[in-house]
């Protein structure tokens, strides 16, 4: 029997108008010439756009597509009911040209709110959302580093949706070691190379809902050296496209399988063959040899980023529909009359647990949100003041650089245990399929795995990010927690919560000096070891900031709004300002144990034989 569709999504448009406008002021970015061609108004529109079209759309086959997920019908691959039809109303809407070039036909829109479309459409389907998103990156690496003449070829039918896009860069026994691919190229002519090898777990890499697949494929060229340094970027179509645009012959691009996942079941994660009939055909991106991963970086920041802002999405809908839930489910009495027999069942949204899991994916969710859309500002501005002010733009530039690796594992490892919290918060009915929520916490899972695990992300942080520019990106970041916590160590009501963002912070200090100290003594396994909760670390300073600046705002929005009373305004200010002490109270304490067991040097891990671990085999 069929399942009747349900839209579950939910999303808090007052809370993202909050963090846009009232705490972050990203209104800011309209004065700048770079984004002097769209307004907040529009921006505003398009918000409420695409809330519609994904509650209307997107939301409601959620659920029945991942009960049926993508299958293969002679050798091509069908996805969900309704997706070809959500796939034609996007692009008419524009939606994912939204941040691309004004000159590529997108919008040129600030990536600030960018991450608010993207938190609505990935919340809403995020398998759905897979196919557009590497489309989009895709067709970002081509308008960065392709050659004007494969811009012109490749970019208009990737922003029309008739083309759509992927990003091919592991194999069998190369996951994150990247610069073991085998796949080869071979010189045929100009930029032309034939292409042959195997790529796995591609997402997107086939399906029904374009005309044409545009892959981005790392292989090394014959005589190239090995490692990373020797990789170059193909552009491969799936149907070869003329110098003219019209389509060729089909390109020996082979979907040998799909898998069959925990999670974001209809997105098509397939194996593909490429050249299996030396039949293929690529095109080197730029023209330009062993530029691959410098090229492909870009991809995968943008999607690091878009990873992050998948598990804010994913985590906020789980905490939506758990806030619902437990306002109507009726369960035991209040604790405050145990004594008595008679007394009435209460919603579970009474009892302390409940609402101390409530609160603490309401702080995190919010933290989230206020993390990725401060990141993108970051780059909004950096864009935008490039050549009117480069000493501030280099600061923004590098503010992205370092929290990048913050905002795809934070809210990716937190996306899952947010969706983890909603389940327990349903009890047994979030267990089943009845409620959304156990689709969440399938979904989430991946976040963490791909674009880089979230290892390879802490290493990028501790081996990379910290140093970079002399260290001066990460003093810029202390300076501004140091600043804030002068600025508020007094404030009436959360000045204790204030001070302990600043000692949490000079934890985080500690940890990082413990770090140089084992670079500097040779101990690089001690490093890798530690990297991980360093990480964990920075996140939850990172993120109590955020939610104390965004307290301190409401507060004061709260103290103008009683002169005008309107309760329900005085309550979400209010709730702004829990979620930050709930935050620092409860979750941020663990730093210091964090930052104990990073100083302390233990070598249990580095040092049990691996026999220790257990003697079955
Ligand atoms: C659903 C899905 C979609 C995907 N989509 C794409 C896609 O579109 N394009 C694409 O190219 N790939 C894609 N991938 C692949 C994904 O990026 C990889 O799974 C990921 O990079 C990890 O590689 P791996 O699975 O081979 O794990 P491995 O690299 O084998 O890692 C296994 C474990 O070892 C750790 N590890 C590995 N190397 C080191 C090291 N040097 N130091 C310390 N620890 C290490 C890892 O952190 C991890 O915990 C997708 C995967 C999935 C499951």
Known sequence: MSEAAVNHFKADLRAI?????????????????????????????????????????????????????????????????GFKDAWKKLFELGLMGFPMPVDDGGLGGPHAIAVVLEELQSGANCAFNMYPGLTHGAADVISSFALPEDRERFLPPMVAGRFAGTMCLSEPH??????????????????VYSIKGTKCWISAGDHDLADNIIHLVLARIEGAPAGTGGISLFIVPKVWVNDDGSLGEPNDVQTASIEHKLGIRASATAVLAFGENDGCRGILVGGKPHMGMKQMFRMMNGARIAVGVQGLSVASSAYLNALSYARERLQGSSVRHFKDPNSPRVPI??????????????????????????????????????KVDESKALYHQGQVDLLTPIVKAYCSDQSFRVAELAIQTYGGAGYVQDNPVEQYCRDAKIFSIYEGTNHIQALDLVARKLQQHGGENFTAFLNEISEFVTAHSEKPGMGAEVRALGEASTALQRGAASLMEYFMSGKIDQVTLVANPFLEVMADVTIAHLLLGAAIVADEQRARDEDEPNQAEIDFYSGKVMAAKHFVNFILPTVHAKVGSIVSGDRSALDIPDGGFSTAF
């Open 174 to 191: 190369a996951g994150s070691d990247v610069g073991a691919s085998k796949t080869r190229a071979k010189h045929l002519e100009g930029n």
């Open 17 to 81: 108008q909050f963090t846009l406008y009232e705490h972050l002021k990203v209104q800011q970015v309209f004065g700048l010439d770079a984004f002097a061609h769209i307004s907040r108004e529009e921006c505003d529109a398009i918000i409420e756009q695409c809330h519609r079209f994904v509650n209307e759309v997107t939301g409601p086959i959620n659920g029945t597509a991942d009960r049926v997920g993508c299958t293969i019908e002679s050798g091509q691959v069908v996805t969900p009911k």
């Open 349 to 386: 949204i009474e009892h302390s647990d409940v609402r101390r899991m409530l609160l603490e994916m309401k702080a995190k969710v919010e933290g989230m949100r206020t993390l990725c859309i401060k990141l993108a500002l970051h780059a909004d501005l950096a864009h935008g003041l490039h």
